[in-house]
């Protein structure tokens, strides 16, 4: 899967933070999940997989999370591992951060079995089609060790469609009228497409079927930790 930030989205993503309100909860909701697990682990290292690094903002909070997380990112947009290598160069420099290049589900399919401690992710397996999807949370299953932690800050529908709708509408209007203060009418006709997209019947990511979803593939204690407009934060153990 690729393409969806390969544009002008690609280019300006540090916006995003701008225009999505509750940004900021989100990002603190998995850096708070993911350090609360590693107080339990006592190894020396902890390994942690990122799938869409986009321009390393979450790959940050994964990484202060705790001092013993070497994180692998895995990202397959040239202009965003750009960025995510501008970003956090001391991070690579100390060795706590690789980055793949590569299809996610390419990827996935190249790692042992019970290779990582934890995966944390953030607005990225909404972009991928159900198919694809439910391919990658089972590789991800599969990879993960024995009591691993999944935690994953997205673009999750609510079942109450007339809810979803409003919040829907909400976030366009913002992401017109933010791209339009900044003399970005053309980006924020770019980013209105995507989110559009994202609501197609082959792309959205609706809460409580993701919920089933995961269970299904033997994922425990699936929960939301945190809800906010269209996004929550969902978090699992192995």
Aim: charged share 30%; glycine share 8%; with cysteine.
């Amino acid at each position: 899967m690729n393409g969806r930030f390969s544009g002008k989205i690609g280019e300006n993503y540090d916006l995003f933070r701008c225009i999505s309100p509750n940004d900021e909860e989100v990002q603190a909701a998995i850096g708070n999940a993911l350090g609360e697990y590693c107080k339990g682990i006592h190894s020396e290292k902890i390994n942690v997989l990122e799938i869409g690094a986009g321009t390393g903002r979450t790959s940050k909070k994964i990484l202060d999370a705790d001092p013993r997380i070497i994180l692998t990112s895995i990202d397959n947009e040239p202009a965003m591992i750009e960025q995510l290598m501008k970003n956090l160069r001391g991070h690579i420099g100390e060795g706590r951060l690789k980055i793949l290049q590569k299809d996610a589900l390419e990827a996935l399919g190249k790692i042992d079995n019970w290779r990582f401690n934890a995966f944390a992710s953030a607005q990225t397996l909404h972009n991928f089609d159900r198919g694809y999807r439910k391919a990658c949370l089972a590789e991800l299953y599969r990879i993960l060790m024995p009591g691993g932690l999944f935690v994953n800050g997205d673009k999750y529908a609510v079942e109450d469609n007339a809810r979803h709708s409003k919040d829907l509408a909400l976030r366009i209007k913002r992401f017109a009228d933010v791209c339009l203060d900044k003399g970005k009418p053309e980006l924020g006709i770019e980013w209105v497409n995507h989110l559009l997209l994202d609501n197609q019947p082959d792309f959205i990511m609706k809460e409580q079927e993701s919920v089933q979803l995961m269970e299904n593939l033997g994922f425990l204690d699936v929960k939301i930790a945190y809800r906010s407009g269209l996004e929550a934060v969902i978090t699992a153990v192995k």
